[in-house]
């Protein structure tokens, strides 16, 4: 019997998957954009969010308290910062509902998991791609 045991196991031991909680948290704050199964898009939504929440709640005198809280669940400086500092500030109105998951319409090749793209809802990861290349494809013709 299942009595008070909450969450998905994954197929993971406990250890790995708080390991799997860290690092998908981690590659969603540092690129905004994932591409993973419906499964762990499921299960990890939750934590990616409180740790959004844990950022955009912290004032002025509570800042560096969430900051070593942040650091103690994701184990990376790097994310803490552009979490604070970008992510933050973008919900800083928004009360919650932070990501989305997006199904893709194929299927991952070994074993047939459903592909979802998971996401942060105000990211504009494509937009810069967009740029990015146009400026790539002006700078080649301007030097022609």
């Known amino acids: 019997m299942r009595h008070k045991v909450a969450g998905k196991s994954l197929g993971r031991n406990t250890a790995h998957r708080a390991a799997l909680r860290k690092n998908f948290t981690v590659s969603v704050i540092m690129h905004e954009r994932v591409v993973t199964t419906l499964a762990k898009a499921k299960a990890l ?42 992510i933050a500030p973008r919900f800083a109105n928004r ?13 991952r090749i070994g074993d047939g998991g459903t592909k979802v ?17 146009e400026a790539v494809t002006s700078n080649e013709g301007a030097g022609v």
């Open 117 to 133: 793209v998971f996401e942060l809802v105000d990211n504009n990861v494509l937009e810069q791609k967009v740029k990015a290349s």
């Open 95 to 107: 009360p919650g509902g932070y990501t989305r998951i997006l199904r893709l319409p194929d299927y």
């Open 45 to 86: 939504r939750p934590h990616v969010e409180k740790v959004i929440t844990l950022a955009r709640r912290a004032t002025e005198k509570t800042r560096l308290h969430a900051i070593r809280r942040a650091v103690s669940l994701l184990q990376d400086k790097a994310a803490v910062k552009k979490l604070f500092d970008e």
